[in-house]
């Protein structure tokens, strides 16, 4: 059973900065696609990043890594702003087309 475990949230201020990492309880080389998602409070999950792909709300202040060594990917969030407070998790698809989900880690921008 794959498990992705995210960690790193917190609550920031606006203008700071956070990094979000996910690791993987297997090698994430066998992972077709990994990336990022969230959801804030009443609204849907959105796609925020993945290796090739970024959403516009995030360009040019999220940067996706990630290290094959520690099976692990990361978010960098910089210019944090209010409309960044959600729930943000980890997703995986591995070459079957089965996808994986983590518990997610909370992000808050709040002054």
């Known amino acids: 059973q794959v498990q992705l475990v995210e960690s790193g949230g917190d609550l920031v201020q606006p203008g700071g900065s956070l990094r979000l990492s996910c690791a993987a309880s297997?090698?994430?080389?066998?992972?077709?696609?990994m990336g990022w998602y969230r959801q804030a409070p009443g609204k849907e999950r959105e796609f925020v990043a993945n290796r090739t792909n970024y959403a516009d709300s995030v360009k040019g202040r999220f940067t996706i890594s990630r290290d094959s060594a520690k099976n692990t990917v990361y978010l960098q969030m910089n210019s944090l702003k209010p409309d960044d407070t959600a729930v943000y998790y980890c997703n995986a698809r591995d070459v079957l087309g089965l996808i994986y989900w983590g518990q997610g880690t909370q992000v808050t921008v709040s002054s």
């Open positions: 297997t090698g994430i080389f066998g992972f077709l696609a």
